[in-house]
């Protein structure tokens, strides 16, 4: 079983991290425990202004969006619209080919059969 210790707080303070701890942790023992593994990890301090740290990182991760689309936009203009070009044509190409079969099918010569009323009458 595990001991506990105990820590002197203001009042106001208490009451603030048991709200606030309710909210990221089942326990305030773990909710401590989260927010000193954080400020641990990242090598932050709490008095520290984390503004400049931010912009940096908006900066980096702007630079490497505009980045990936860069990419997509090449990809699109070397591969993706010649590849589409090219299908077109074949496309056409059958088009063409199948209009050019129809013609070859109809009979060049059709012969007219006229109904002659006096042929009949004799």
Known sequence: METFTSIRFKNETAESFKKYSKCIAT???EALELMLLFFVKSGLHPKDDVGPLFK?????????CNTV??????????QLKPT????????????????AMEKMKRPRLVEKKRFDKNRFNE
């Open 84 to 99: 589409h070009a090219l299908v077109m044509l074949l496309y056409e190409a059958i088009q063409e080919e199948k209009e």
């Open 56 to 64: 940096k990182l908006e900066r980096v991760m702007i630079k490497e």
């Open 27 to 29: 326990t305030h023992t």
């Open 69 to 78: 689309i860069a990419i997509l936009k090449n990809i699109e203009r070397t």
